[in-house]
């Protein structure tokens, strides 16, 4: 956060995941630190199945989380390739992902679809405490399902979707 030296308003600095900031006494110049973490998602063949390990998501940034859909055609992770972990959809083989959340910080984890595969529920801290939300499965308005001012993490679906 930038604290103005006369007072004023808090604002926050224009990098979400930097630490260990240091201000240069002349020229209005700072440095950070920031740790980036890479790990992918890989997909490996069943006992019956033939074939090796393959890198299935990756980037430069940190795939977690993965989740398959109920029909097998779609898998649902957290990445952080944007600067703040977010919740994303892929193909079942990996292609063609998209960001289905637009946090721009808050913690979000344990994507889980719908067995109808139109919603991913999900928690997030958005809300200021940990709480279970729904998105649909393509995308569009993020609403939170759990009772304000109750801790609720890693969500689950019954059998019939209810």
């Known amino acids: 956060m930038r604290v103005p030296a006369s ?21 209005n110049r700072m440095v950070y630190m920031q740790r980036v973490q890479d790990s992918d998602i890989f997909r490996v063949p069943g006992s019956s199945g033939s074939g090796s390990v393959k890198d299935l ?28 972990d977010e919740i994303w959809i892929s193909d ?16 979000v984890g344990s ?8 919603w991913i529920a999900f928690d997030s801290t958005a809300g200021g405490r940990a709480g279970i939300y729904i998105v649909g499965a393509s995308g ?13 993490v890693r969500p689950s679906w019954s059998q019939d979707g209810r």
Do not use: H, M
Not at 60 to 78: H, K
Not at 92 to 107: E, K, L, M, V
Not at 140 to 152: F, H, M
């Open 92 to 107: 079942s083989n990996g292609s063609d992902w998209r960001q289905i959340t637009s946090f721009a910080g808050p913690a």
């Open 7 to 27: 007072g004023g308003a808090v604002q926050p600095l224009p990098f979400p995941d930097g630490s260990q900031p240091t201000v240069a006494l002349r020229g």
């Open 140 to 152: 569009g308005a993020v609403r939170c399902i759990t009772s304000p001012g109750v801790a609720c």
């Open 111 to 118: 994507p889980r679809g719908s067995p109808d595969g139109k």
């Open 57 to 84: 998501i990756s980037s430069t940034r940190r795939e977690s989380a993965p989740q398959y859909s109920a029909d097998g055609t779609r898998i649902a992770f957290i990445s952080d390739r944007t600067g703040s």
